[in-house]
């Protein structure tokens, strides 16, 4: 078990989890919940989260990051069909001096471009919410096929 499980009442991603704050869901199963990122680095660029809570890798429940990684096999591959990147990163920051901003444990899957010149830590701009929700019903439904 984690050794941090419960909804923590001032995480957004626990509130994200239980339905109180809307996301762009593409996915979800008992574990976690895949979601497009609000501030994305590039089109189609979305989280997958534990819905278990734990701040960060160090405290996960080996189980829970296993199942993150197990979803991003189905998301990433999905993401690179519908946006056609040049490649993605799957990354994931632990501690404000990697770029952690939501302390609630997270995979980024950041699709990139050859010349798109993004930084590791490349900063939070608001994204197109059309693009996003129209991409992010794409990327659910290339996962369901
Ligand atoms: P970090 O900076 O911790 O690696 O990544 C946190 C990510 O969560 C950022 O890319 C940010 O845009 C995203 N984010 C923060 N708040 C929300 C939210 O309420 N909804 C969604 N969908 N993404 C969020
Ligand atoms: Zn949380």
Redesign the pocket.
């Known amino acids: 078990m984690s050794t941090d499980p419960a909804p923590k009442s001032d995480c ?2 626990c509130k ?1 989890v239980a339905g109180e ?1 809307p ?2 869901k593409i996915y979800e199963d008992d574990a976690t919940l895949a ?7 590039n089109p189609g ?1 979305c ?1 997958v989260i534990p819905k278990n809570h734990a701040a960060d890798a160090y405290s996960i429940d080996a189980e829970d990051f296993a199942a993150v990684a197990r979803t991003c096999t189905k998301v990433a591959p999905a993401v690179r069909d519908v946006v056609s990147p040049d490649g993605i990163n799957l ?3 632990n501690g404000e001096g990697a ?5 609630h444990v ?1 995979m ?1 899957i950041l699709p990139r471009r050859n010349d798109d010149n993004l930084l590791m830590n490349w900063g ?1 701009k608001p994204g197109d919410m059309d693009e996003a929700k129209a991409l992010g019903e794409k990327i659910a439904a290339r996962i369901a096929e």
């Open positions: 957004i991603f994200v704050i996301c762009f979601f497009m990122d609000i501030n994305p680095g660029h989280l990354v994931q920051a770029g952690q901003s939501v302390f997270h980024h939070h």
